[in-house]
């Protein structure tokens, strides 16, 4: 019986792998399915290889390097599986690798860095501003006014590392797009380097200004975690094992606005669109997709679902979903008749059995994810004079996943918020849990009231 091989470049037809002109930050499942799948698409991907390097844990590099960053994306439709082998990542490296890191910023040839390290990657404070208090960042600050190549942990300091790199090596301007799910990502990280910079060495503050373009981007599609299954199937259909295969939808929509001074790949061409302004579609993306996912993923997950598609099948769920997209809907300032064609292409994603998007992974992070996904509305209703039911679930769903019931709490940023939700009974706790995620909200006797209703009807 013949082995099957391990996927990599020496298999025949595969591409080769690119010159390395994209760095990306936070190597996972989403990229790979989003940015690298428009860079593998664009016209002159040949020109534009990206090195990935990894979040927290090395698992992505152990994984990929053997395979010369190679792996399969399965697209999931309705009717059944499409494969697709990957080529655009041209190396793969662990979060530890610092001077691999730091020789890819100071090459002439780079062009952009890229992240997705989810909300809570951008250890940010009050008002977007860096949280310079957190030990990490003491930490990591420390590090790079004593050597400028000392390794760092969070993601502010790895770009400040990179950019004191690049200087350095006089090696020219660059482009950093934020890829995450952040209202305004690219002027947020604008502050947060700029701040960290201005604590490491305050000429780099003038030297980013002048060389740096941080660029914005909306970013979706829904992309679930590897399985065995995946790993399974994959072999059966194409022939070979890939360690690290990515489920996800057939639905894919980047919206980016930047000035890429040294370049970028004509992504458009794959399907991405340019735009001067990306607040609109990052507001509609924003509130409806990720809002709702965020109420499904606590609300759905305390009525023992376990993914999208079960949870969207609960009648009482597409209720509270409905009755937090009209609250949204009604604060968007996009035309009704667009919204509402969004949403119905929203519920037809969310119905696809075959993508399996697991609530225990999207619940994670609440602490980050609720202040730009819910919160927005819901102030906007408050302003408006009216109570916002649908946003009080989504709040409701997160007090009780606080409180041990449904998904796993999965959260760094949750600890003042686990304990003020296990201090007591539910209905004399809210108002603490609700200071956690902006100050005085627990105070709103009204909203409070809203939370513990439904509560007790989430759970009925």
């Given at each position: 019986m013949t082995a099957t091989p391990r996927l990599s470049r020496s298999l025949p037809d595969t591409p080769a792998a690119a010159p390395v002109r994209i760095v990306h930050l936070g190597v996972g499942n989403f990229h790979r399915a989003h940015q690298a799948w428009y860079t593998h698409h664009a016209p002159d991907a040949s020109e534009w290889g990206i090195a990935a390097f990894t979040g927290r844990r090395p698992d992505q590099a152990e994984a990929l390097s053997p395979q010369d960053g190679l792996y399969t994306l399965v697209v999931r439709g309705p009717e059944g599986d499409?494969?697709?082998?990957?080529?655009?990542?041209?190396?793969v490296h662990a979060a530890s690798e610092q001077d691999a890191y730091l020789g890819y910023l100071a090459d002439p040839a780079l062009a952009?860095?890229?992240?997705?390290?989810?909300?809570?990657?951008?250890v940010r404070g009050e008002g977007d501003h860096l949280d310079a208090r957190r030990p990490e960042v003491l930490t990591d600050v420390s590090a790079l006014r004593e050597d400028p190549r000392s390794p760092v942990a969070t993601m502010p300091?790895?770009?400040?590392?990179?950019?004191l790199a690049r200087r350095a090596a006089g090696a020219g301007p660059l482009t950093i797009l934020s890829c995450d799910n952040l209202p305004e990502n690219g002027s947020v990280t604008r502050t947060l380097v700029t701040e960290l910079a201005a604590l490491v060495d305050e000429s780099l503050v003038d030297w980013t200004e002048a060389n740096v373009d941080f660029a914005t981007s909306m970013v979706d599609r829904i992309t679930p975690a590897t399985t065995a299954d995946d790993r399974a199937h994959v072999a059966a259909e194409r022939g070979y094992d890939d360690a690290s295969p990515v489920p996800t939808e057939p639905f894919s929509e980047w919206v980016i606005s930047g000035a890429f001074p040294a370049g970028r790949p004509r992504w458009e061409d794959a399907g991405a669109k340019v735009v001067d302004d990306v607040a609109p579609h990052e507001r509609r993306k924003l509130w409806l997709l990720n809002g709702s996912h965020s109420q499904l993923a606590y609300v759905g997950s305390v009525r023992g679902h376990t993914t999208i598609d079960q949870a969207i099948a609960d009648p009482r769920c597409l209720a509270w979903v409905e009755q937090f997209w009209d609250e949204a809907q009604a604060n968007l300032g996009l035309p009704d008749e667009d919204v509402s064609a969004y949403r119905a292409a929203l519920l037809d994603r969310y119905r696809n059995e075959r993508v399996r998007h697991l609530l225990a992974q999207i619940a994670s992070d609440g602490s980050q994810k609720l202040p730009v996904r819910t919160l927005p509305t819901l102030n906007a209703e408050r302003a408006a004079g009216r109570v916002p039911v649908g946003a009080a679930?989504?709040?409701a769903g997160w007090v009780l996943h606080l409180r041990g019931v449904g998904a796993p709490v999965k959260d760094p940023g949750a600890g003042p918020a686990q304990e003020a939700a296990n201090a007591g009974d539910l209905a004399d706790v809210v108002p603490a849990v609700l200071n956690t995620l902006q100050a005085d909200l627990g105070s709103d006797a009204d909203l409070v009231a809203a939370v513990v209703a439904q509560a007790a009807a989430i759970q009925e």
């Open positions: 499409s494969y697709e082998l990957i080529g655009s990542l041209s190396a952009i860095v890229t992240m997705t390290v989810t909300e809570h990657g951008y300091a790895k770009l400040v590392a990179g950019l679930t989504t709040l």
